[in-house]
C-alpha cells in the first residue's frame, strides 16, 4: 500500500514527487513480478497490435493539424504538442474531457466541485481561465461572456474522439485572440470510423448511472453518417465541512455527424447537437441590503445549447486545396442569480497552397458575429442588457524548406478587429531543425493577445453587504471597464524531441512569457446609489491594465516500451510566475493570488500491462504540488483499472479514481466564483457492446 505522507510541501514537493513515484513503482512491479511467471503463456500468445506500439515506433510520424491548420508531422512541428489518442482515452477510465487533460505535461487541472473545474496550461488558472482557447472540430467553445470554458457542458462522446491535440504555448497566428498560452482542439472520427452500433453502460459510488448509444451507417458510396446520445447522473462531493456540497449533476446529449464526398475534387462535413443539464453548487450571494444580510445558498444551475456546423473541402490541384467552415452554436445558463443566452455565428475560408518547391502557404479570412441577452439580478448586472459584437480576422503563414526534411523556417501573422479593444497584431516566427528521423530541435517566437470579455467591460457584480455609517449599508462589488485593453504575450520557447531507442521516445520543452498590459483589480471609493434600493453606499473595485509579468519553466515527457507487453509513460513540468502592479497601481491581491494559484511542480507516471486472458491493466499516478494562495497542499491522485476484453465486440471495465485518499481539496477562493467540494475516492463499472 502506498501510504500519505504526513508531511504537507509547501517548497519544491520533492518528498510529494519521490511519494508519487515510489506509488506507482510498487503497482508495476507487481506487474513485473507476474509477468516472468506467466513468461510460457505469453510466448504462446503473439502480443496485441495497439497504439502502445504503434505511437513509440512512429512517434515522429503522428499527423496533427493544430499547429498549422494543416496535415502535419509531427517531426515537421516547430511547436510543443501532445496528442491524446483513442487508446489512451480508453486506458485512462475517464468519463470526461478535463480528467483526460490531467495526462498532459504543463496543463494544470483542478476540479473546483462535481460540474466545475479550473483548467489552464502554463498559469493563469482559474474557474474562467482566459488564456487558453478550446475547440471541437473547429468550433470554439470559449465564451465571449466571462473569458473561459464551461467544461459542464463540453460532453463529447469519448468514443467518438479521433484525438485530442494540445498545443502548450502560443497559437495566437493561427487560432486568433485569446490562444494565448495553449489551444486545445478536440477532434472527432469521421462518420465513416464509426460504422454500426455501439451501446455502452455503467454505473458506481459518484457516476449513479451513465449510458450511450451510437449508430453508424452509409448512404450508397457517396454519404457515411451517425447519429448518438448519452446521458448520466453524478452525486454530489462533500463540502470542507463535510456536509453535502449539494453539487450532483445531470446532463443529456445528442447529435449527429455526415461526412459526404461530392466527387473526387469535393468533400462535406456536417455535424450538429444539443445538450441540457443541470448542476447543483453552493455559492455567496446577498440576500438583503437593509438589513444587511449575505449566505452561503445552494443554487441549482440549468444550461443547454446546441450547435450545426459545415465543411467544405475542395482541391484546387496537387498542391492547392480550400476549406470554408460555417457554424452556429447557442448556448444558455442561468440559475436564480443570473441567466444569460448568446447566439455565435462564424464562418471561416482558408487556403492552403504550395507554391514553387519550397514554399508551403495558408492564409485565410474570418467573420464572427456573437448576439447575447442578460438578465438583471441584484447579483449581476450587465449594462446594456443585450449586445452584439463582429470579429473580422485574416492571416498568412508561409513555410519555407531550407532544406528539405531537414529545416524549415515558418513566418506568419494574423490581423484582427474586434468591438473592444479595435485592431490586434499577432505574428510569430519558428524554426525546426530535423539532423535524423530520430532527433528534432525546434524554437518558435510568438506574439499572442487576449482581448476583454463582457463581463470586464459591461458587469456589475455585488458580491457581499455590511452595515455602513448612519444607518446606510454598504454594498461590495466590481464594475467593468470599457477602457480595458488587449492583454499582451511575448513568448520564446524551445524543444526536443527524439526516438533513443526503439523502445523509448522522449519530448522536452522549455519556454519564457513576457506578459503586459494584464488585468488589475483596482479599489474604489464608496458612492451613494438609490438603485438598486434601498439607498446605500456601494464601494466597487474597477478592471484596470496596471500589472505585468513574466513566466518560465519546461516540461517533459517519454514514452517507454519496457516490454512487449508493458508501457511506462512519466512526464513532469516546472513553472515559476513572477506577476508585478505598476507604480500607479493600488492592487494588493492579483499578483500574490495569480502566482499562487497554479502548482509550480506537477509529475505523472502512467503504466499500461496487457494481461493474459485479454486483459489490459492500467495505473496513472499524478502528483500536484500546492496553491499557497488558495490555501490547497499538495496531493498526489492514484487512478486504476482493469479492462476485460471478452470478445471483439464486448468488454468490462472496473475503474478506480482517487484511491490514495478517501477525499482531497483540488482548487477554491477568488478564483472561483462557486465554493469547492473535496473530490471523493470513487469507482464503477463500465460494459461496452458494439455491434
Not at 462535481?114 to 470559449?142: E, H
Not at 485530442?164 to 482542439?185: D, L, P, Q, S
Not at 470579429?391 to 531537414?406: G, K, N, T, Y
Not at 513568448?491 to 526516438?499: C, L
Request: hydrophobic share 40%; charged share 20%; aromatic share 10%.
Amino acid at each position: 500500500m502506498c501510504r500519505k505522507s504526513q508531511r504537507t510541501s509547501s517548497g519544491l514537493g520533492l518528498d510529494r514527487i519521490g511519494e508519487l513515484g515510489l506509488c506507482v513503482l510498487r503497482s508495476v512491479l507487481c506487474a513485473a513480478m507476474v509477468l516472468p511467471g506467466l513468461s510460457e503463456s505469453l510466448a504462446a500468445q503473439s502480443p496485441p497490435q495497439d497504439l502502445a506500439t504503434l505511437r513509440l515506433e512512429d512517434l515522429m510520424n503522428i499527423e496533427v493539424t493544430s499547429v498549422s491548420k494543416k496535415e502535419q508531422k509531427m517531426s515537421k512541428t516547430a511547436s510543443a504538442v501532445f496528442v491524446i489518442t483513442p487508446e489512451d482515452i480508453a486506458r485512462s477510465g475517464a468519463t470526461n474531457v478535463p480528467d483526460l487533460l490531467r495526462m498532459v505535461p504543463g496543463v494544470e487541472v483542478a476540479q473546483i466541485n462535481s460540474s466545475t473545474w479550473a483548467i489552464s496550461i502554463r498559469g493563469f488558472n482559474g474557474q474562467y481561465s482566459n488564456k487558453l482557447l478550446v475547440l471541437v472540430d473547429g468550433r470554439t467553445v470559449y465564451t465571449s461572456m466571462f473569458s473561459g470554458v464551461y467544461w459542464d457542458a463540453q460532453d463529447v462522446l469519448l468514443s467518438d474522439i479521433d484525438r485530442i491535440e494540445v498545443i502548450r504555448g502560443a497559437g495566437g497566428t493561427i487560432w486568433g485572440a485569446n490562444a494565448v498560452n495553449g489551444v486545445i482542439n478536440i477532434i472527432t472520427k469521421r462518420a465513416g470510423a464509426t460504422q454500426g452500433g455501439l451501446i455502452t453502460a455503467g454505473g458506481g459510488t459518484y457516476e449513479h448511472g451513465f449510458g450511450a448509444a451510437r449508430y453508424g451507417g452509409r448512404l450508397g458510396n457517396v454519404m457515411a453518417y451517425r447519429i448518438f446520445g448519452d446521458g448520466f447522473s453524478r452525486g454530489p462531493y462533500p463540502s470542507p465541512s463535510g456536509t453535502s456540497g449539494e453539487d450532483d449533476w445531470k446532463m443529456a446529449h445528442g447529435g449527429f455527424r455526415a461526412d459526404v464526398t461530392a466527387s473526387p475534387q469535393d468533400s462535406l462535413v456536417i455535424e450538429g447537437g444539443g445538450h441540457s443539464g443541470d448542476a447543483g453548487e453552493i455559492a455567496s450571494s446577498i440576500l438583503s441590503i437593509s438589513p444587511p444580510i449575505n449566505a452561503l445558498i445552494p443554487l441549482r444551475e440549468h444550461y443547454s445549447g446546441w450547435d450545426v456546423l459545415s465543411r467544405w473541402n475542395h482541391i484546387l490541384s496537387p498542391r492547392s486545396e480550400t476549406s470554408l467552415q460555417v457554424y452556429f452554436d447557442r448556448i444558455t445558463r442561468d440559475d436564480t442569480t443570473y441567466g444569460f443566452g448568446v447566439n455565435t455565428f462564424d464562418i471561416d475560408f482558408q487556403h492552403h497552397v504550395g507554391w514553387r518547391r519550397r514554399h508551403d502557404f495558408v492564409w485565410g479570412l474570418g467573420y464572427r458575429l456573437s448576439s447575447d441577452t442578460t438578465l438583471a439580478t441584484l447579483r449581476i448586472v450587465f449594462n446594456p442588457v443585450a449586445r452584439t459584437t463582429h470579429l473580422f480576422s485574416a492571416f498568412v503563414q508561409d513555410e519555407i524548406a531550407i532544406r528539405p526534411d531537414h529545416l524549415s523556417f515558418t513566418w506568419g501573422a494574423r490581423l484582427e478587429h474586434n468591438d473592444y479593444t479595435g485592431f490586434g497584431f499577432q505574428p510569430s516566427v519558428r524554426a525546426a531543425w530535423t539532423p535524423s528521423d530520430r532527433n528534432t530541435f525546434w524554437t518558435a517566437f510568438s506574439r499572442s493577445e487576449r482581448t476583454p470579455s463582457r463581463s470586464e467591460s459591461d458587469v456589475r457584480a455585488n458580491w457581499s453587504v455590511f452595515p455602513g455609517p448612519n444607518d446606510l449599508s454598504v454594498l461590495v462589488g466590481y464594475a467593468g471597464s470599457p477602457h480595458q485593453k488587449a492583454e499582451k504575450e511575448t513568448s520564446v520557447e524551445a524543444g526536443y524531441r527524439a526516438k533513443v531507442s526503439d523502445h523509448l521516445a522522449i519530448d522536452t520543452t522549455a519556454f519564457f512569457n513576457d506578459y503586459t498590459d494584464e488585468v488589475s483589480v483596482e479599489p474604489g471609493l464608496p458612492e451613494f446609489e438609490a438603485e438598486p434600493a434601498p439607498p446605500h453606499l456601494a464601494l466597487l473595485s474597477s478592471f484596470a491594465n496596471l500589472a505585468y509579468g513574466e513566466t518560465h519553466g519546461f516540461e517533459t515527457f517519454a514514452d517507454w516500451r519496457v516490454t512487449e507487453r508493458w508501457t511506462l509513460s512519466p512526464g513532469y513540468s516546472f513553472l515559476s510566475m513572477h506577476i508585478h502592479q505598476a507604480r500607479a497601481s493600488h492592487d494588493l491581491m492579483t499578483a500574490a493570488l495569480t502566482e499562487g494559484s497554479v502548482p509550480a511542480h506537477q509529475a505523472e507516471l502512467r503504466s499500461h500491462v496487457s494481461l493474459p486472458g485479454h486483459l489490459g491493466w492500467n495505473t496513472a499516478a499524478y502528483f500536484v504540488g500546492p496553491l499557497s494562495a488558495l490555501a490547497v497542499p499538495s496531493y498526489t491522485r492514484l487512478d486504476s483499472n482493469l479492462t476485460w476484453q471478452a470478445r471483439e465486440d464486448f468488454s468490462v471495465s472496473l475503474v478506480g479514481q482517487n484511491l490514495l485518499r478517501d477525499r482531497h481539496l483540488e482548487f477554491g477562493g477568488p478564483n472561483a466564483t462557486v465554493q469547492p467540494s473535496l473530490i471523493k475516492r470513487s469507482a464503477y463499472v463500465k460494459v461496452a457492446w458494439s455491434f
